[in-house]
T-cell receptor
Framework: GESVGLHLPTLSVQEGDNSIINCAYS??????FIWYKQESGKGPQFIID?????DKRQGQRVTVLLNKTVKHLSLQIAATQPGDSAVYFC??????????FGTGTRLKVLA | DADVTQTPRNRITKTGKRIMLECSQT?????MYWYRQDPGLGLRLIYY???????NKGEISDGYSVSRQAQAKFSLSLESAIPNQTALYFC????????????FGPGTRLTVL
């Protein structure tokens, strides 16, 4: 499959462990944030989102944390599974059409 | 996401050729977007359309044009392809309300020789 990013930072975790993927966003005026998962050869897939009036949001096995003070976003994946292996990237927007996308982190799940 | 489809999935072409990439969606969304993805870079916006009569340039529109044939269809054309347009191209849609998550198609891998 196509390599989304040849020189992406890589996080390797043992199957069953928790994963934490970080993102520093750029615009202090951004008020909506999304995490996407991109598997090789596929388009980005929505995972979870969060608005700037929240610090934390939980989904199924995933949690997003937002720290507006330092413009930092993190994605936590509980009990990481082999199917979680992919590139993860964040996106931010200030409520207009324009999204700023991060370059991503490659997650490798070790059996 | 099967709700957003792109054709072709892969294309190899030569410098100077005109190429059209097509996107269709069954989500009923008004907003559609074209992005390109290059290794080591985030997605970059080429064009976007908020409805059939509203088409706007994104940050890297030079060398590209688009057509919004219907609410469900948004095509991207490379008028005269050049090698640095080799990339992954993604179409996306969104509802167009305050929570404006974008949903992506599977992508088209374009290689310009």
């Amino acid at each position: 499959g196509e390599s989304v990013g040849l020189h992406l930072p890589t996080l390797s975790v043992q199957e069953g462990d928790n994963s934490i993927i970080n993102c520093a966003y750029s615009n202090s005026a951004s008020d909506y944030f999304i995490w996407y998962k991109q598997e090789s050869g596929k388009g980005p897939q929505f995972i979870i989102d969060i608005r700037s009036n929240m610090d934390k949001r939980q989904g199924q096995r995933v949690t997003v944390l937002l720290n507006k003070t330092v413009k930092h976003l993190s994605l936590q994946i509980a009990a990481t599974q082999p199917g979680d292996s992919a590139v993860y990237f964040c996106a931010e927007t200030g409520g207009t059409y324009k999204y700023i996308f991060g370059t991503g982190t490659r997650l490798k799940v070790l059996a | 996401d099967a709700d957003v489809t792109q054709t072709p999935r892969n294309r190899i072409t030569k410098t100077g050729k005109r190429i059209m990439l097509e996107c269709s969606q069954t989500k009923g969304h008004d907003r559609m977007y074209w992005y390109r993805q290059d290794p080591g870079l985030g997605l970059r916006l080429i064009y976007y359309s908020f409805d059939v009569k509203d088409i706007n340039k994104g940050e890297i529109s030079d060398g590209y044009s688009v057509s919004r044939q219907a609410q469900a269809k948004f095509s991207l054309s490379l008028e005269s392809a050049i090698p640095n347009q080799t990339a992954l191209y993604f179409c996306a849609t969104s509802v167009g309300v305050s929570t404006d998550t974008q949903y992506f198609g599977p992508g088209t891998r374009l290689t310009v020789l």
